[in-house]
Structure formats: structure tokens, C-alpha cells
């Protein structure tokens, strides 16, 4: 299989961005396609970029909150997908993802609020999230 070098896949973004520095969404892939490198300190600019002029940003928090638990920061993961859930109340991922950061810090009681929250916004999630289903929620298997 081809291996894609992370110099092509962020080629066209920075193009974009270059462009035109306000693209916001182009600043939001390469944040994430940095994070999943490994350059979480250079993805937290693109994500802090979008967040200066977007404060309610609901993918650069939820992505924030996602470096921050590559880097087991724990709390300021549950304090960014709060405010990502503020944002966008409605995304399942982002209560998933708070779902994750509480069960980090074996909050239980909370993992299983945030995840039921996800449920209900979508049920699908129980299947796509199945082993923190079973583990949050055994009686709904």
C-alpha cells in the first residue's frame, strides 16, 4: 500500500491557506492531520488560530480537547469538549469524546452521563462506540 508523506496531505491546505489565511476549515485539517502525526505542539497553533477568531468553534474545541488527551492532559480535554458541547450541543462525537476524558480519570459517573447523552442524539454510537457501550452501559447492550 502507498504511503502518503504528511508533506502531501498538508500540501493543498497550506496552499489553501496561503491563499487565503481565513480558511478556517483548511486551518482545522491541518491541525488534525498534524495531531495524527504526532506534532500535537504545531496542530494546538491551527486549532488556537481558528479559535482567536472563532471563539465557539466546535471542531478546533473538540480538536483541542483531542491533542490534549494524545497528551494525557486530561481536564483541559473535559474543559475543551465542554465548550464544545456548548457550541454544538447536537454533534454525539464531541459528548463521546467527553465521555472518553471523564473515563480517563475514572470518572464513571459522569463517562456514562456524557455517553448516554450521545446516545440518544444517536443511536448508531452504541454500535460505532461499542466496547465504552458495554463498559458505561451493560444493560444496554
Do not use: C
Amino acid at each position: 500500500m502507498l504511503k502518503i508523506s504528511s508533506r502531501t496531505k498538508t500540501r493543498r491546505y497550506l496552499q489553501a491557506i496561503e491563499k487565503n489565511p481565513s480558511d478556517m476549515d483548511a486551518h482545522l485539517q491541518m491541525g488534525i492531520i498534524l495531531a495524527k502525526i504526532g506534532d500535537t505542539e504545531e496542530a494546538m497553533k491551527y486549532f488556537d488560530k481558528i479559535l482567536a477568531s472563532e471563539p465557539k468553534n466546535a471542531a478546533a474545541l473538540n480538536n483541542r480537547g483531542n491533542v490534549f488527551m494524545l497528551n494525557e492532559k486530561y481536564t483541559e480535554a473535559q474543559k475543551a469538549y465542554l465548550a464544545a458541547t456548548q457550541s454544538n450541543p447536537e454533534d454525539p462525537h464531541i459528548w463521546v469524546n467527553l465521555a472518553k476524558s471523564y473515563k480517563a480519570i475514572k470518572d464513571t459517573k459522569k463517562a456514562k452521563a456524557a455517553f448516554v447523552k450521545a446516545v440518544k442524539l444517536d443511536s448508531s454510537i452504541k454500535v460505532q462506540h461499542k466496547a465504552l457501550a458495554l463498559e458505561l452501559l451493560p444493560s444496554l447492550e
